[in-house]
Structures are given as structure tokens and as C-alpha cells.
């Protein structure tokens, strides 16, 4: 009994031994298990990591051949534009152009109204034609109207040209209307293409709601002399925002303003290059007519308005139609530009020229100051102490009230004119403007 407890014994040791040696061997097998796990997490970790780079490079060059194609698109489209407008020059035998050097382009900006750009057309090309070479006749629209683009077409004795846009119109502020946004962008597209493309020195800009007087281009022929000659001129414009019937009488007669009139205006290639690199996202007229942007430049405005606008319908004009558009008299008399002489709005004469005109008129003073000018005869002026009062006392008279930066409409060193009830003038003069025009007898105001 003794020798098998022993036996017992000593088989228990080798027993021990052996299972010690297994969990030693699944200690080290579960060891080098663990640490594979963790380098097969560890190289998934990285192979997902270098995926995501990998994805997220793939969607970069995705946007990347989405922007090329879209350049692509719209380089194709300018091409396709080109050879059109090329294929039109050599079909309507106007390629002859490039060997003359025109006064300017005249461009007819437009939209989504066919009937309007037809009414223009007819009025320009009623003038025009006989003197196409000196005014080449552009129309551009802005989008894809088919009526338009058909109406235009059909003319033979112009070139048609598109602003398709495919940006989106960001606004600045709420409730804006994006249109003001897609006018500017136009209005730049156009310019850059007639001075830059097509590299003319001048362009003369109209809208789809106009109709142009018989002396229309003999005025701005004329002007562009002045344009050339004295920089000190920005600009220059067949519209005068007071030109209604009753505040106008000589078709001769021409003025320098601080304030940009537009509706029919003409600028240099010169101009351009200043403005197109800051052109503004939107309200480009009321941009223009910064003091910032002025630069110490005037325009030149005729008394009796070379255009007519005739946009009562699609435009949120209202009220402003009846009141200041529709009684604006267009100019009926042919006058011979080239005989006139317009030394005296040259800068170094014209100060002192408009001096002496508004020192000859007769000072009156007082609140009833309108009565009073509707019963003296001769030129009259009446000073305005400021904004508030200028505002009432034009309100009383009938002619536009509003300010752009502290500048009146249609004024020249703070002094508005118009004619008033007969042939006499009315200076509404400012409480600076006798000092900055020289006149010393400010006290007789």
C-alpha cells in the first residue's frame, strides 16, 4: 500500500509539470495572439485613415473636373458667341468697320422686352443709318428671352450679343431684389466686351426704353471732342432729370453738373479702365454718383433732354413715371453741333462762365421766395440753407428733390437751373456756392 501512495505521488509530479508547461504555452500563444490583434486593428486603422484621404482627394478632383467642365461649358459658349457674331459681321457685309475708326458704339441694354427693344431700335436706326460707320449699333441682352434675341436678330443693320450668367446672385441684405445685382453684372459684361473685345474708345450706353431726338449723335460727336480734350469730364449725357417741358426752353444750351444724369450717357475707354476692376455688385448708377468715384470729374447734361423714356410698363417706376419721365420734352430741333462753339464748358472757362450768369440773376429772398419769382421777370435765384430746405422749396417749384451724397440733381457747385413758367431761369443756389463760383456780392442774397 505504502509503494503505491509513492507510485501515486510520483506520477503527480510529472502531471504538474506538464500542465505548468501548457499554461505556459497558452500564456505565450495568447500573447502573440493579442499582438497580432492589435497590429491587424492598428494596420485596419491606418488602411480606413488612407482610405478617407484617399476619398476625400477622389471628391477634391471631382469639384476640380466639375469647375473645369463648367469653365469649359462657358468658354465654349463665348466661343460659340464669337463665331456667331463673326459669322453676323460677314453676313451683314459690316466687317468694313474695322478699317474706320468710329465716334462710338451704341449699345441698346436689354432684357425680357421685345416690344420696348423694337420701339428703341426703330428710333436709333432712324438716325443712325445713314451714318452707321461712325456709330456701330450694338444690342445686348441679358438671359435667354427668346423674343428678344429673335427681335434683335432679325435687324440686319446691328450685332446681337449675350450675357448668359450662370452665377448665383448672392444680396447683401435681406428682401433686395436681385435684379439690381444682374443689371450691374450686365453692365460691366457689356463694357468689358465693347472696350476690351471689340476695342473702341467710346461707348454710348441706351436702354430698351428709349427713343433718341434727330441731333442725338451730332451732340455726341461733338462731346467726344470734349471728352478727349479736357479730363476733367467723366462723362457725358443726352438726359437732363429736369427736362420736363415746363422747366426747359433752349435746345442750344449745354451745362457741366456734379451730378451723373445716365439715361443715354457716354464714356472713353480711358473711364473704363478706372471703373470696370471696382464696378459694383449692384445700383451701379447711384455707385457712379460717389464723390469717391468723381474724383473732382463732372458730366456734361444738355438742357432739353436728347432721349425719351418711354418705360412705363416692367419697371416698379409708378408714380415716378407720370411725375418725371412722361412730360420730359425730347429735343425736335436739328441743331448743327459741329457750328457751335463749346469752348465755354472746357474746365478753365466754364466756373466763371456760369458766374456771370448766375451773378446777372436777381436775388429774392424770403419764404414766399416762389411766389415771388412766379412775378418778377427775368433770371431769379433763391439760396436754400440746406438739404431739408432745398427739398421744401424744389417740392413748391415741381422739379426733383433728391440728393446723391450730398449733391443735388442736375447741380453744378450746389446751383440747380431750370427755366421756369417763361424763358427765365431759376437758380437754386447753395449756402457755398457763390464762394466756390467767385461771385462776391453774396450779401445781396
Not at 492589435?38 to 484617399?54: F, G
Not at 432712324?126 to 441679358?142: E, G, H, M, R, T
Not at 451730378?259 to 476692376?277: A, N, V, Y
Request: aromatic share 12%.
Amino acid at each position: 500500500m505504502r509503494r503505491m501512495g509513492c507510485d501515486y505521488r510520483c506520477l503527480l509530479i510529472p502531471a504538474a509539470l506538464a500542465f505548468f508547461y501548457i499554461q505556459m504555452r497558452l500564456f505565450v500563444t495568447q500573447s502573440e495572439y493579442e499582438d497580432r490583434l492589435a497590429a491587424a486593428i492598428e494596420s485596419e486603422n491606418h488602411c480606413t485613415s488612407q482610405s478617407r484621404l484617399l476619398i476625400d482627394q477622389i471628391s477634391i478632383q471631382q469639384g476640380t473636373i466639375v469647375s473645369l467642365q463648367e469653365q469649359n461649358k462657358r468658354q465654349s459658349e463665348e466661343c460659340r458667341q464669337l463665331k456667331a457674331l463673326l459669322e453676323d459681321l460677314e453676313r451683314k457685309g459690316l466687317k468694313k468697320l474695322v478699317d474706320k475708326v468710329p465716334v462710338a458704339a451704341v449699345v441698346i441694354m436689354a432684357c425680357n422686352r421685345a416690344d420696348y427693344l423694337e420701339r428703341t431700335i426703330e428710333s436709333v436706326l432712324k438716325y443712325q443709318s445713314s451714318i452707321a460707320s461712325k456709330y456701330p449699333l450694338f444690342v445686348s441682352q441679358d438671359g435667354t428671352d427668346p423674343n428678344v434675341k429673335s427681335k434683335a436678330m432679325s435687324y440686319d443693320q446691328l450685332m446681337y450679343i449675350q450675357h448668359l450668367d450662370s452665377e448665383p446672385v448672392h444680396t447683401e441684405r435681406p428682401g433686395e431684389l436681385i435684379a439690381y445685382y444682374k443689371i450691374a453684372r450686365h453692365y460691366k459684361w457689356a463694357m468689358d466686351q465693347l472696350f476690351y473685345k471689340h476695342n473702341f474708345s467710346r461707348v454710348i450706353i441706351l436702354e430698351d426704353d428709349m427713343e433718341i431726338a434727330p441731333d442725338f449723335f451730332d451732340y455726341f460727336e461733338a462731346a467726344a471732342a470734349l471728352l478727349d480734350k479736357d479730363k476733367s469730364i467723366m462723362a457725358v449725357s443726352s438726359w437732363n432729370d429736369n427736362g420736363q417741358k415746363q422747366f426747359v426752353h433752349d435746345p442750344y444750351e449745354l451745362y457741366r453738373s456734379d451730378f451723373f444724369p445716365g439715361l443715354g450717357w457716354m464714356l472713353t475707354k480711358s473711364i473704363w479702365d478706372e471703373l470696370s476692376p471696382k464696378w459694383p455688385k449692384a445700383y451701379w448708377d447711384d455707385w457712379l454718383r460717389l464723390k469717391e468715384n468723381h474724383k473732382g470729374r463732372q458730366f456734361i447734361r444738355p438742357e432739353v433732354c436728347r432721349t425719351y423714356n418711354f418705360g412705363e410698363h416692367g419697371s416698379s417706376l409708378g408714380q415716378f413715371f407720370q411725375q418725371y419721365l412722361q412730360p420730359i420734352k425730347l429735343n425736335d430741333v436739328k441743331v448743327d453741333w459741329k457750328s457751335r462753339d463749346l469752348s465755354y464748358l472746357m474746365k478753365d472757362k466754364y466756373t466763371k462762365h456760369f458766374a456771370d450768369i448766375v451773378r446777372k440773376a436777381k436775388p429774392i429772398q424770403g419764404t414766399d421766395a416762389v411766389l415771388k419769382a412766379s412775378n418778377i421777370e427775368g433770371d431769379v435765384r433763391i439760396q436754400y440753407k440746406d438739404q431739408p430746405d432745398f427739398e421744401r422749396i424744389a417740392r413748391q417749384l415741381g422739379i426733383f428733390q433728391e440728393w446723391k451724397d450730398g449733391i443735388p440733381r442736375t447741380s453744378f457747385k450746389g446751383v440747380v437751373v431750370f427755366r421756369y413758367q417763361t424763358t427765365r431761369r431759376v437758380f437754386l443756389v447753395g449756402p457755398d456756392s457763390l464762394r466756390q463760383l467767385g461771385i462776391k456780392d453774396a450779401r445781396n442774397i
